[in-house]
């Protein structure tokens, strides 16, 4: 899946005060949780803070966002992604409940988050929190299907990928193979979720 736009981007270091653009028409309100939870769009808001309030948890701080939600830390020393759909949110957790199968945690030495809870109608998984090396965002992999290496544009994608990571690309094929060794098929491959430092 391309990234929607660059006011998509992951962003990690962004002050909780900027004003943030969204592509969705989705209002931006200031709720509860104040500060924190200002500027982000009104129904991830009310989700992520209905999840905490069920679980007697408050959220900390905003660790990221890219296309497919919000990440929040919460004071319970968790992380909480709220997704915008239904979709992604059924895929990453898939994905998830496969890596907690297999009791994968860590893959050549970067952090898997591990599934910790999830709910169903709040579209929000639970999971650890990780500090590079890492992987993860699962939203947009395929799970027993090779959907990314029969594409037709499949050797485009490839060169893209090796100009992106360089000299450490030798390394995210040997990760990238690894996945797959567990039916987990990455495509959303750039710095952000395969995080080296
Ligand atoms: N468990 C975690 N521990 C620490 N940081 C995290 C965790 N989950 C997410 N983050 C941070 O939040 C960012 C956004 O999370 P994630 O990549 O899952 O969102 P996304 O919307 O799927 O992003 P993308 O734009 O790549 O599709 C990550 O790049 C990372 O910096
Ligand atoms: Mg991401």
Redesign the pocket.
């Known amino acids: 899946m391309t990234?929607s736009g660059a006011t998509?981007?992951?962003r990690?270091d962004t002050p909780l005060t900027t004003s943030v653009k969204s592509t969705s028409a989705e209002k931006e309100t200031v709720s509860g949780a104040g500060l924190i939870m200002s500027l982000i769009p009104a129904t991830i808001a009310e989700r992520a803070e209905q999840y905490v309030k069920i679980h007697s948890a408050k959220i900390d701080k905003r660790?990221?966002?890219?296309?497919?939600?919000w990440?929040f830390a919460t004071d319970t020393g968790s992380?909480i992604?709220v997704f915008k759909y239904e979709k992604q949110y059924r895929q990453e957790l898939q994905v998830y409940l496969r890596l907690t199968e297999r009791e994968v945690t860590v893959v050549h030495g970067f952090q898997i988050?591990s599934l910790i809870n999830h709910h169903d109608e709040l579209l929000i998984v639970e999971?650890?929190?990780?500090?590079p090396p890492?992987v993860?965002?699962f939203?947009?992999a395929s799970l027993d299907q090779d959907t990314l290496r029969t594409r037709d544009d499949y050797e485009e994608w490839l060169e893209l990928k090796k100009e992106i990571f360089g000299t450490d690309w030798p390394v995210v094929r040997r990760v990238l193979s690894a996945f797959r060794s567990h039916g987990v098929f990455l495509v959303?491959v750039?710095r952000?979720?395969i995080?080296f430092r």
């Open positions: 990234k998509l981007e992951s990690t660790l990221g966002w890219g296309q497919d939600g990440v992380a992604k988050p999971i650890s929190l990780v500090a890492f993860l965002d939203a947009t959303d750039h952000d979720n995080r």
